[in-house]
């Protein structure tokens, strides 16, 4: 079975770091771009990066750029995000996602996401 | 402010036809960057159902039905039914950002 599955969120508080991992089975990893996606509550989804096949080439959204590194294992099978200065407006669910071959930037696996919570 | 627009929330009673648009501009839908629609239901995972701005995933009904033109895209749902009841949201790409967007999100209730 091909999934995703996310761990590392938690509490932390502002200003902290966070290193979020995404474990990826029944594929191999290094066929594809990978994305970290998130949703905070009450609100629809945004992009946060991506990064290609190889680990070459990496994408941030504005609002995580400076402040956030996205890596991989393609011999652990894994993705990493880490934020480090965080704001109480990264609260979010975060979603690893895989993006397909056949149409680029379209996600056909999400994992089942993992909670970060920002506050003192 | 997503920078693709989708009206917050549309309505249909059950068998009955909706569509959800996609709005966006010449720097993303408009440059000729794909359109993709997914289905967030209730604590659930996104699902992509939409890639390619017309093509469906293996599994994914044919009542479900995706178009683009100009800088718009069009998401259609015919025959609805009450497990339709969702978030969908459109994504593509822009130019001028240089990464993935999502529009914001619209809430299908039916009725």
């Known amino acids: 079975e091909v999934r995703l599955v996310e761990s590392g969120g938690g509490l932390v508080q502002p200003g902290g770091s966070l290193r979020l991992s995404c474990a990826a089975s029944?594929?191999?990893?290094?066929?594809?771009?990978m994305s970290w996606v998130r949703q905070a509550p009450g609100k629809g989804l945004e992009w946060v990066a991506n990064?290609?096949?190889?680990?070459?080439?990496?994408n941030y959204v504005d609002s995580v750029k400076g402040r956030s590194t996205i890596a991989r294992d393609n011999i652990k099978n894994s993705v990493y995000l880490q934020i480090i200065n965080l704001r109480v407006e990264d609260t979010a669910i975060y979603y690893c996602?895989?993006?397909?071959?056949?149409?680029?930037?379209?996600?056909?696996?999400w994992g089942q996401g993992t909670l970060v919570t920002v506050s003192s | 402010q997503s920078v693709l627009t989708q009206p917050p929330s549309v309505s249909g009673a059950p068998g009955q036809r909706v569509t959800i648009s996609c709005t966006g501009s010449s720097s993303n839908i408009g440059a000729d960057y794909d359109v993709h629609w997914y289905q967030h239901l209730p604590r659930k995972v996104p699902k992509l159902l939409i890639y390619g701005n017309i093509s469906r995933p293996s599994g994914v009904p044919d009542r479900f039905s995706g178009s683009k033109s100009g800088t718009s895209a069009s998401l259609a749902i015919t025959g609805l039914q009450a497990e339709d009841e969702a978030d969908y949201y459109c994504?593509?790409?822009?130019?001028?950002?240089?990464?993935?967007?999502f529009g914001g999100g619209t809430k299908l209730t039916v009725l």
């Open positions: 994504q593509s790409y822009d130019n001028s950002l240089s990464h993935v967007v």
């Open positions: 029944g594929f191999t990893l290094r066929g594809y771009w």
């Open positions: 990064i290609k096949e190889d680990g070459s080439e990496k």
């Open positions: 996602a895989r993006e397909t071959q056949t149409a680029p930037g379209a996600f056909d696996i």
